[in-house]
Structures are given as C-alpha cells and as structure tokens.
C-alpha cells in the first residue's frame, strides 16, 4: 500500500518560477524523504527530514514537514529545465528492516 | 562507490515465460536490499526485501518470487509471467542509519 499522497500530480511552470508540491501521509513517521526521477530511470535521493524538524534546505529545495497535519511540502526554487522530473515522498515508519512507503508522485515539466 | 547494477535493462517476454532480473551492488557488505515494482505514471510498490543472504521477505504475494545467494546479488525471478507483471523494477540498497535508498537504473519488462 502507499503511504505518502502527492499533490498536484502534474504541474507545468516556466523557468525561474517556483515549484511546490505537498505529499500527505496517513501513519506516524521516523523521517520523510524526497525522491527525483527522470523518465525511465532509477529514483535518486534528494533531502530527508527527520520527524523532529519542521523544515530544511539543500541547496534550491526546501522541504517542510508538519507532523500534526501529515503533511510535508517541496519547494523548488527558481526551476530551470533540467528540473523536470518527477518526484516523490517516501515515508520511513522506523521499522527494523529499512523498509520506505513512496507515493504516486508529482510529474514536474519547466519550460524554458 | 554505492553503485546498483541492474540487467536486463529491457525485456520483452511473452505470457507464461520464466523470468530473472538481476542486480548487483557494490559497497558495503550485507547491505538491505530492495525490489521495488513502479507501474506505469504511479508510485513504487515495495515487492521484497532482504537482510541478508537466504533472508527475504516479500511484501505483496503475487507471481514473483526473489532470492538472494550471494551478498551482494538479488534475484527477481517468475516462472510463468502474467500481462499483470509488466512494469518498471528497480532495485535499491538501504544506507545504514536514516534508510536512505540508492537504486539501480531499473529493468522494463513487458509481458505481452
């Protein structure tokens, strides 16, 4: 089953525009990660938040987490076209065996 | 190096044939490891896992079945595919501590 739900599940914007996608969850956490995808590829990783921090930065990405809501949001700033991709959440419920929870993803196209 | 190799890349194989993914990865040793399954535009569904050599544990009962005989080797295997097991099956490697994925470039298979 997925645990994590992204939203929108497309989203088109141009060069230099912000994109913001938000992925919701439904059982209690360890930490939440975000994955990109470029068509037809493997996942690579990109930031991890941990369930004690409301928000975090690396470089054009910041991700929030609200654990009240179980809710977390991706920001990428100022997108240019090699940003586009998908991208997904994934859920870590602390179990033993490292096991991750991803949800359908949002496709994101930046036009230059 | 933390790198994940999959093969075949691609595959096409008709209904009720035998199948076997591989994957291999490099780094270190007894790493978790992961069959992930991503369908069409939608999300990963974890398939199996593994702890250790001879340890798996599958997550979804369905067609397939996987195995892993050495360290660093799992094996994804079916003796009669389905029209149902076509997709995108990507491997990964758990990193120790925060269970962040690493994952191999994927195998498309398609069942026709």
């Known amino acids: 089953s997925q645990q994590g739900e992204e939203d929108p599940q497309a989203l088109s914007i141009q060069e230099g525009e912000n994109a913001t996608m938000n992925c919701s969850y439904k059982?209690?956490?360890?930490?939440l990660q975000w994955y990109r995808q470029n068509s037809g590829r493997g996942l690579v990783h990109l930031i991890l938040i941990r369930s004690n921090e409301r928000e975090k930065h690396s470089g054009r990405l910041r991700v929030t987490l609200d654990t009240s809501k179980k809710s977390s949001s991706l920001l990428i700033t100022a997108s240019r076209a090699a940003d586009t991709a998908s991208y997904f959440c994934?859920?870590?419920?602390?179990?033993?065996?490292?096991?991750?929870?991803f949800g359908a993803g949002t496709q994101v196209v930046v036009t230059p | 190096s933390q790198t994940i190799h999959q093969w075949p890349a691609t595959l096409v194989q008709p209904v009720g044939s035998p199948l076997s993914l591989e994957c291999t990865v490099e780094?270190?040793?007894?790493?978790?490891l992961y069959w992930y399954r991503q369908a069409a535009g939608r999300g990963l569904q974890l398939l199996f896992y593994s702890v250790g050599i001879g340890q798996i544990s599958s997550e979804v009962p369905q067609n397939l079945s996987a195995s892993r005989p050495q360290d660093r080797q799992f094996i994804l295997s079916s003796k009669k595919l389905l029209l149902s097991d076509s997709g995108f099956y990507l491997c990964?490697?758990?990193?120790?501590?925060?269970?962040?994925?690493?994952f191999g470039a994927g195998s498309r298979l398609t069942v026709l």
């Open positions: 780094g270190t040793s007894n790493p978790n």
């Open positions: 990964a490697r758990g990193a120790s501590g925060a269970n962040v994925l690493t």
């Open positions: 059982t209690s956490i360890n930490n």
């Open positions: 994934a859920t870590d419920a602390g179990d033993s065996w490292g096991k991750l929870q």
